[in-house]
């Protein structure tokens, strides 16, 4: 998260949702005490969106606070969704029906199953061509190639732990 978010604050204005659930054990806060300090020296804006979980089909986890997720959304321009694949869709479809402005940066740091992939492709092309996803960021080679050559849409591989300054991805 942190050196995607140096990638980011390069360009534009970023803030970052985080999804968690309602309870966080200790070793998860120390992280995340980390990320935030790290986050603060590049200007990043860091929201924790607090859920709950659900079987609503694909859907797994939804916001405590739709109110507060919107608020969030209605005031920031870019957003990276720090999650999984389904709830970064839910926060594009959110950002879509609220006629928002922000647009979405959907970050894959857990790989969705393939068959999960395969029902969300439809909901991908139509956000993409709509402007709202502008990107996707995955850990996973699989899920790159999966998203850029059967999906179609901009998808940037940058694996977990890599520093940002030496490796830049390049356009292909």
């Not at 942190?2 to 390069?10: F, Y």
């Not at 924790?48 to 608020?71: C, N, V």
């Not at 879509?96 to 029902?119: D, E, F, I, Q, T």
Request: aromatic share 10%; net charge positive; with cysteine.
């Amino acid at each position: 998260v942190i050196e995607t978010a140096k990638l980011l604050a390069r360009f534009v204005r970023v803030s970052i949702l985080a999804i968690t659930d309602s309870y966080i054990p200790q070793n998860i806060t120390s992280r995340l005490k980390y990320i935030l300090s790290e986050l603060k020296k590049y200007n990043v804006a860091y929201y924790e969106i607090k859920t709950f979980r659900i079987k609503l089909g694909p859907l797994r986890r939804i916001p405590l606070s739709l109110l507060r997720t919107i608020r969030i959304l209605r005031n920031h321009h870019v957003i990276y969704v720090a999650g999984d694949l389904y709830f970064g869709l839910f926060i594009s479809i959110l950002s879509l029906l609220a006629g928002m402005r922000s647009k979405v940066a959907v970050g894959l740091h857990v790989s969705p199953s393939p068959r999960r992939l395969r029902y969300a492709t439809p909901m991908i092309k139509i956000l993409n061509k709509l402007g709202i996803v502008r990107v996707f960021h995955v850990i996973n080679v699989v899920d790159y190639l999966y998203l850029t050559r059967l999906a179609k849409v901009n998808a940037k591989f940058i694996p977990n732990y890599v520093n940002c300054s030496k490796f830049k991805p390049v356009e292909t």
